[in-house]
Nanobody, 123 residues
Framework: QVQLVESGGGLVQAGGSLRLSCAAS????????MGWYRQAPGKQRELVAG???????NYADSVKGRFTISRDDAKNTVDLQMNSLKSEDTAVYYC?????????????????WGQGTLVTVSS
């Protein structure tokens, strides 16, 4: 079983910064892609940023130039540095890890989600 624990959410004023962290633990065999998604009230979950095992990154247009995703493969962690926050960034942010895990039936595909952390940006 794989667990993702997120931290770093909170309340911040517009223009401020926050750093989200996500740590994956458990029966991880390999981690491929890691990412952050968000879901605002009344809206669908959307991709914020992703990072491949090779370090390639992609970002939603709305956060390009403001957010930076990074990963530490030794610790199985992924961070999201969020700068110049806007009120429209207010959402629950979810960490996602894709890879492979060790199960009682052998190696299986892994697609794990964190519990979510709330980011509120006041204007």
């Amino acid at each position: 079983q794989v667990q993702l624990v997120e931290s770093g959410g909170g309340l911040v004023q517009a223009g401020g910064s926050l750093r989200l962290s996500c740590a994956a633990s458990g029966s991880i065999f390999r981690v491929y892609r890691m990412g952050w998604y968000r879901q605002a009230p009344g809206k669908q979950r959307e991709l914020v940023a992703g990072i491949s095992s090779g370090g390639s990154t992609n970002y939603a247009d709305s956060v390009k130039g403001r957010f930076t995703i990074s990963r530490d493969d030794a610790k199985n962690t992924v961070d999201l540095q969020m700068n110049s926050l806007k009120s429209e960034d207010t959402a629950v942010y979810y960490c996602n890890v894709e890879g492979a895990s060790v199960t009682s039936k052998g190696i299986r595909n892994l697609d794990a989600w964190g519990q979510g952390t709330l980011v509120t940006v006041s204007s």
